[in-house]
């Protein structure tokens, strides 16, 4: 069985603050892993994924999330986040198994 | 440009009644997806096609059917409208290792 958990269903933070946004997976096949996020009323958008190579995945927007095989984590990680990263964020499996979400809340 | 679609946006029905809801894509992509997402619960997998004539059930099949008959589209059918089934309906599309796309969504409320 597959399955992804997100430890936090909400995030406050101040503008230019760091932030992460965990998750942890669990599977007994291969992993591929990835970030999406969702403003109101949109569909997903894939922010950064995991598939094999280097466990430290980045995305264009200041994102990164690294692979730890070992405690199971695909966390994301942003060092200063913007009022505009305002939204959900969520983690999957394989495409197959999303998180419940994280609503990352910045504040001025 | 290459989209996937759905239709409609937005769909109130009543109990009982059944309900198709529409996803096409014309990325030529090999697998398409459809996802509930509910407060609380993230997104929920209800059936996944690899390709024509190819699908599968997800977590959340119960009440739901689908048929893939060609690439681009992948119906969504509730055979008897229940309120449990009051949701929003993402499709998606992906080619096989590549990157999902997803809809904009259908919110769908059952009366």
């Known amino acids: 069985a597959q399955s992804v958990t997100q430890l936090d269903s909400q995030v406050p933070v101040f503008e230019e603050a760091p932030v992460e946004l965990r998750c942890n997976y669990s599977?007994?096949?291969?992993?591929?892993l990835f970030w999406y996020v969702q403003y109101p009323n949109q569909g997903l958008q894939l922010l950064l994924k995991y598939l094999s190579g280097s466990t430290l995945v980045e995305s264009i927007n200041g994102f990164e999330a690294e692979f730890n095989k070992s405690q199971t984590s695909f966390h994301l990680r942003k060092p200063s986040v913007h009022i505009s990263d305002t939204a959900e964020y969520f983690c999957a499996l394989n495409k197959l198994v999303f998180g419940a979400g994280t609503i990352l809340r910045v504040k001025s | 440009d290459a989209e996937i679609t759905q239709s409609p946006r937005h769909k109130i029905t009543e109990t009982g009644r059944q309900v198709t809801l529409a996803c096409h894509q014309t990325w030529n992509h090999n697998n398409m997806f459809w996802y509930r997402q509910d407060l609380g619960h993230g997104l929920r997998l209800i059936h996944y096609?690899?390709?024509?004539?190819?699908?599968n059930k997800g977590e959340v099949s119960d009440g739901y059917s689908v048929s893939r008959s060609n690439t681009e589209d992948l119906p969504l059918t509730l055979e008897s409208a229940a309120s449990s089934q009051t949701s929003v309906y993402f499709c998606a599309s992906s080619e096989a290792g590549g990157t999902q796309f997803f809809g904009p969504g259908t919110r769908l409320t059952v009366l």
């Open positions: 599977s007994s096949v291969s992993v591929y």
């Open positions: 096609s690899y390709g024509v004539q190819d699908t």
